[in-house]
């Protein structure tokens, strides 16, 4: 099968890296700016998209625009395309699909939620067979590098996002990874497979931004560590889902995922807890995934047919969970408990929906983290 890599970034150069050394995929053309950085470049799409050898496009560019277009010409162009890009595919996965379907190739996004991580096939081979009561996770290396760091070194925030900064771990703006939209994105995504509806980015989406060495420290305290968690589940036509820090026991799997590393965990009936582990994210193991679905495509495996007719409202009614939020003054309202730590307090709230914990925090400056049901 030849092929085509939009962008040669460090994805994208993955890719290729990968490919060079399979008998059964070529890459003939590599989008790019900067032709001298390889010799198979063009910086012209059409070259691309009406060379009729090349079957299958890898869209490695990043962010919406050009990315949305250049996948949907290829598409249009009845050429198969692989994406790692959770952004574009969050916002317009169901114009993908449908323009796939409408020309008779595939669209395939499994590195877009978990890097090298196969848990997007794991949520459709599971789907197959039952539904999924729920799935939840830490989907951003990034954001748990800083965490595990701040737990291990008791260092501040800002140091350590610097840090990951210097490593290449995080972006010069790493909004996208510690404000939650990288996991956003994913959870949408994710949902999709696991529930058959295209959900909407209109669920709480909590920063982690303002966790401090001191909260790190009182949580250490209490045998508790911070990780941040994308998670959603369903009840008939409604979903609920929330991006924000949760609290587990120290000796819990997810408290003990260390560095850059994801753990996703799916749940269903027959099954119970099945939990996925391993690189989020990197050069490698990214290229990795969609060599993967190239390879599917080519060999025309299908681990469940993808839709996402199903329609879902939120709400943030369904479920009741235990919160801790701290302030830096005592909040009024019904709480298990308060505690004073230094210049902060933390409220132990009881069982409440978001709908309550949105009231409790109204317009106040709070660290919002959940208590873990393994802590029930």
Known sequence: MKIAILGFGT????????????????VKKVLEKDLNKINIATDNYDEIINDKEIELVVECMGGLHPAYEFIMQALKSKKSVVSANKAVIAKYLDEFLQAAKENNVEFRFEASVGGGIPCLAGIQKIRRVENIDKFYGIFNGTSNFILDNMYRFENEFFTTLKTAQELGYAEADPSADIDGYDVTNKVIISSALAYDGFIKNEFPCFTMRNITKEDILYFKK????????????????????SVMLNLFPTNALEGNVLSNYNIVTVQSHTMGEVKFYGQGAGKLPTANAIIQDILDI???????????????????????????????????GEFDKIEKDGNNFYHYTKEITQVDLLKVIEGKDCLVTKLSEVLV
Do not use: C, M, W
């Not at 994805?11 to 070529?26: D, F, H, M, P, Q």
């Not at 209490?222 to 889902?241: Q, S």
């Open 222 to 241: 209490k045998g508790l560590i911070a990780k941040y968690i994308g998670e959603a589940t369903t009840v008939g036509d409604e979903y609920e889902a």
């Open 11 to 26: 994805v994208g150069s993955g890719v290729y890296e990968i490919a060079k050394n399979l008998k059964n995929i070529e």
């Open 298 to 332: 080519q060999a025309n495996i299908s681990f469940n047919p993808i839709s996402i007719e199903k329609k879902y409202s939120y709400s943030a009614k369904l479920f009741k969970h235990r919160y801790v939020v701290r302030s830096n003054e005592e909040l009024k």
